[in-house]
Nanobody
Framework: QVQLVESGGGLVQPGGSLRLSCAAS????????LGWYRQAPGKQRELVASITSGGNTNYADSVKGRFTISRDNAKNTVYLQMNSLKPEDTAVYYC?????????WGQGTQVTVSS
């Protein structure tokens, strides 16, 4: 059974930092591409950052220079370090593992940026 479990969300003040984690099980983690997505109320889910099996990264323009995606294949975990958080970063954050047409999603973790 495949599971992706996100953690690390919460309430943070503007300018603060959070690190999200997504632990995977049931897949050959190292061959999967990984991504972090977010969905704010009333908005479509959007890609935040992605990392290939080879370690190449890609970021949405809105988070470039503030967020960093990384992966630890030994721990079957992908991370999203979020710095200089803004109220507009408030959303439910999801991780996704993909290999070709196969996709697995986590259940999401809430990030709220507010004073």
């Amino acid at each position: 059974q495949v599971q992706l479990v996100e953690s690390g969300g919460g309430l943070v003040q503007p300018g603060g930092s959070l690190r999200l984690s997504c632990a995977a099980s049931g897949i050959s983690f190292r061959v999967y591409g990984l991504g972090w997505y977010r969905q704010a109320p009333g908005k479509q889910r959007e890609l935040v950052a992605s990392i290939t099996s080879g370690g190449n990264t890609n970021y949405a323009d809105s988070v470039k220079g503030r967020f960093t995606i990384s992966r630890d294949n030994a721990k079957n975990t992908v991370y999203l370090q979020m710095n200089s958080l803004k109220p507009e970063d408030t959303a439910v954050y999801y991780c996704k593992a993909s290999l070709g047409s196969v996709e697995y999603w986590g259940q999401g973790t809430q990030v709220t940026v507010s004073s």
